[in-house]
């Protein structure tokens, strides 16, 4: 089962962490930032709708299951979609994907309060400080991992609010975990969250597009290998561990991030993301440390 779990945890934090590369690269074919969001939920909402109705016959029928839906369309989706994608536009891939390391750091704070089985405890407080300061290096450099153009606090800004809706969805989702399918989870907030970025979108911006070829290839890669596939693994993998077990998937996803987006569009390696992303790196392994002796104590 451990071979699994971190097998689903490996493919979540590839997908999520090329998609601030392939976001980059969208907004730099024309793409909107309301337009890319709509259209990448609108996609992922049919596809996984189509799935359910062909394997299981439709969505679940019962209110908690699409009141559920409607707290995660929000709170997982449409808003840190949004917020993240608005970040992508003011910062690197590799500065955003090192923001997402809050996560499991608001995550611990708001478990301790909401989840019961999941104080914090010192161990686990060192080592999600020891990646908090890997953060405000970050911050306190002033880089933003463009050559030019970036605007590092801005992005932060964004970034922290994507964070703080991710995290509450994280607990949220961990406290109903026994009464949902991932998939079907997984597709009913795709369709809340699809319907509102539609109307959003509609009122402020229109109808999207015309966009070129090579963007409709970014935004169905944004789709599937940025949506669908590791919402689904994050989901299960939520099903088996710990909320902050599951949120060590928000440290890895900046190190994917900051390589991708040096080797595919040319983003800068700067100092403090550099520096940043080491003591991030370090905060996995306390983190991760202090999780397994939890468990086996």
Known sequence: MQTKIWGAIGVASLAWGTTGVATRAALNTGV???????VRTLLAAVLV??????RHGGYGRTAESWRTGVVMGITNLAGPFLLLTYAYANASAGFVGLLIALIPLVTAVMAH???????LHVAKV????TALGGVA???????SGLESGGRPFVAFLLSGGGVVLISYASIYAKRRAATYDPVEFTATQFVVGAAVMVAATLVIEGIPG???????????????????????AYFWVLSHVTAVKASLIGYVVPLVAIVAGIVLIDERLQFGIAAGGILILAGVVLTDRAERIAVTT
């Open 32 to 38: 909107s930032e309301f337009g890319l969001v709509t």
């Open 49 to 54: 709708s189509g799935y359910l109705i062909v």
């Open 113 to 119: 309060f909401m989840l019961p089985a999941e104080r």
């Open 126 to 129: 060192v080592g999600l400080v």
């Open 137 to 143: 290096l970050l911050l306190l450099s002033g880089d």
């Open 210 to 232: 015309p966009y070129t070829a090579w963007a409709w290839v970014l935004l169905v890669y944004l789709t599937v290998a940025g949506s669908i596939v590791p919402f689904v």
